[in-house]
């Protein structure tokens, strides 16, 4: 595996690292603000970097290379397979009348399953239900393959993701990265660091994942009373205190970010499902416990691997970053000190990050996690 990396910070100074490494076609990730990629100088630019290469886009919500944070930049990573190989299909939610379980079924049944080892999949994070992204993919999907990956992201502003493969990135793109190759290692793992806190409460009204009442009370006005005067700030708000979601056909709970509000049915728009009879309680973390899940979470991605990671995808929480602030780079240093200094990092802050359990081989959305997926062949 042959890497070579690079920045543009919010100076438009761009920092181009291991130059010296030819490339032939690689695959690029191209992590960088939406506003960037609304200008025709980045396309333009990473083509003529990269050629022949296959250019993936996404929105964020900051940007990770190495053991650096960075905020209205982009970050690039290019990867040349040496003894394995890619395929890239895409497909567009907004020609599905913004059905996820459609989209994904799709975008799946675009890819090659003969050999498939891995997908890795970068999607908007505007229209999906991450959930229902997860549904259609796995209907088609062999059981075997796993899948991770993340929503894209908008800082906290919420206003539109954008995503793109050879094109300039757009509304609505969902991405599928193919890995296929008999020495390809990969190994993945999330965990969160938040914690539970005040009463346990039922979903009793809910649709998909748009949460109406708590214990037979409006959502909304239940939500607001625990922010008190930070309800005014919603719903960037809402990103420091998400729900811990427990349902009855889940092993394990899950945690889900508020992206939106709707004060005329006074509803809450989530980033996944949250199924009526569910448990619910609200979420906090402090900077240490969300460092310490970061810690953990590479752990459990190293544990059982045969040889050491040479590539590493980070997907991290807009929620977390926005908890730790200045400090967002100790969970990247903590990462790093797991995986190894030899693996080139990259990622970027989402609205929400795709990976199954450890020990499991069905994907699931998360929000408020560190999510890895380490790579080498």
């Given at each position: 595996?042959?890497?070579?990396?690079?920045?543009?910070?919010?100076?438009?100074?761009?920092?181009?690292?291991?130059?010296?490494?030819?490339?032939?076609?690689?695959?690029?990730?191209?992590?960088?603000?939406?506003?960037?990629?609304?200008?025709?100088?980045?396309f333009?630019?990473?083509?003529?970097?990269?050629?022949n290469?296959?250019?993936?886009?996404?929105?964020t919500?900051?940007?990770?290379?190495?053991?650096?944070?960075?905020?209205?930049?982009?970050?690039y990573?290019?990867?040349?397979?040496?003894?394995?190989?890619?395929?890239?299909?895409?497909?567009?939610i907004?020609n599905?009348?913004?059905n996820?379980?459609?989209?994904?079924?799709?975008?799946?049944?675009?890819?090659?399953?003969?050999?498939?080892?891995?997908?890795?999949?970068?999607?908007?994070?505007?229209?999906?239900?991450?959930?229902?992204?997860?549904?259609?993919?796995?209907?088609?999907?062999?059981?075997?393959?796993?899948?991770?990956?993340?929503?894209c992201?908008?800082?906290?502003?919420?206003?539109?993701?954008?995503c793109g493969?050879?094109?300039?990135?757009?509304?609505?793109?969902?991405?599928?990265?193919?890995?296929?190759?008999?020495s390809?290692?990969?190994?993945?793992?999330?965990?969160?660091?938040?914690?539970?806190?005040?009463?346990?409460?039922?979903?009793?009204?809910?649709?998909?994942?748009?949460?109406?009442?708590?214990?037979?009370?409006?959502?909304?006005?239940?939500?607001?009373?625990?922010?008190?005067?930070?309800?005014?700030?919603?719903?960037?708000?809402?990103?420091?205190?998400?729900l811990?979601?427990h349902?009855?056909?889940?092993?394990?709970?899950?945690?889900?970010?508020?992206?939106?509000?709707?004060?005329?049915?006074?509803?809450?728009?989530?980033?996944?499902?949250?199924?009526e009879?569910?448990?619910?309680?609200?979420?906090?973390?402090?900077?240490?416990g969300?460092?310490?899940?970061?810690?953990?979470?590479?752990?459990?991605a190293?544990?059982?691997?045969?040889?050491?990671?040479?590539?590493?995808?980070?997907?991290?929480?807009?929620?977390?970053?926005?908890?730790?602030?200045?400090?967002?780079?100790?969970?990247?240093?903590?990462?790093?000190?797991?995986?190894?200094?030899q693996?080139?990092?990259?990622?970027?802050?989402?609205?929400?990050?795709?990976s199954?359990?450890?020990?499991?081989?069905?994907?699931?959305?998360h929000?408020?996690?560190?999510?890895?997926?380490?790579?080498?062949?």
């Amino acid at each position: 595996m042959k890497i070579r990396q690079g920045s543009l910070n919010k100076a438009r100074i761009w920092k181009h690292l291991n130059e010296d490494v030819k490339l032939d076609a690689p695959l690029v990730l191209i992590f960088a603000n939406r506003y960037l990629l609304e200008e025709d100088y980045i396309f333009s630019t990473m083509r003529h970097l990269f050629p022949n290469g296959h250019l993936v886009y996404a929105s964020t919500s900051g940007e990770i290379l190495g053991d650096q944070v960075s905020d209205g930049g982009l970050a690039y990573t290019a990867i040349e397979f040496e003894n394995s190989v890619f395929k890239i299909v895409s497909e567009n939610i907004l020609n599905h009348e913004k059905n996820s379980i459609e989209t994904g079924n799709i975008l799946a049944q675009k890819i090659e399953k003969k050999n498939l080892k891995h997908l890795f999949v970068i999607a908007e994070g505007s229209y999906i239900n991450g959930n229902d992204l997860i549904k259609g993919l796995e209907s088609v999907l062999p059981d075997e393959v796993a899948v991770t990956g993340g929503l894209c992201g908008d800082d906290a502003r919420f206003e539109k993701t954008l995503c793109g493969y050879n094109t300039k990135a757009k509304a609505g793109e969902v991405i599928a990265i193919a890995l296929y190759g008999e020495s390809l290692e990969i190994s993945f793992s999330n965990y969160g660091g938040w914690f539970a806190f005040g009463p346990e409460r039922t979903i009793t009204k809910s649709t998909g994942n748009i949460l109406y009442e708590l214990d037979d009370k409006p959502a909304l006005d239940l939500y607001k009373t625990y922010l008190g005067d930070k309800a005014a700030e919603l719903p960037q708000a809402a990103l420091f205190y998400p729900l811990s979601v427990h349902s009855a056909e889940k092993e394990h709970p899950v945690v889900r970010t508020i992206l939106n509000i709707d004060e005329t049915d006074n509803a809450m728009i989530l980033a996944g499902d949250v199924p009526e009879g569910s448990r619910v309680k609200l979420m906090m973390a402090t900077v240490d416990g969300i460092v310490d899940g970061a810690l953990e979470a590479a752990k459990a991605a190293v544990a059982k691997r045969e040889s050491a990671a040479q590539l590493a995808i980070l997907v991290s929480c807009v929620g977390r970053k926005l908890v730790m602030d200045q400090r967002s780079e100790e969970e990247v240093e903590e990462v790093i000190e797991i995986v190894g200094s030899q693996a080139a990092i990259t990622g970027f802050y989402s609205y929400g990050e795709l990976s199954p359990f450890a020990n499991e081989r069905s994907c699931e959305l998360h929000n408020q996690t560190m999510t890895l997926t380490l790579i080498s062949e």
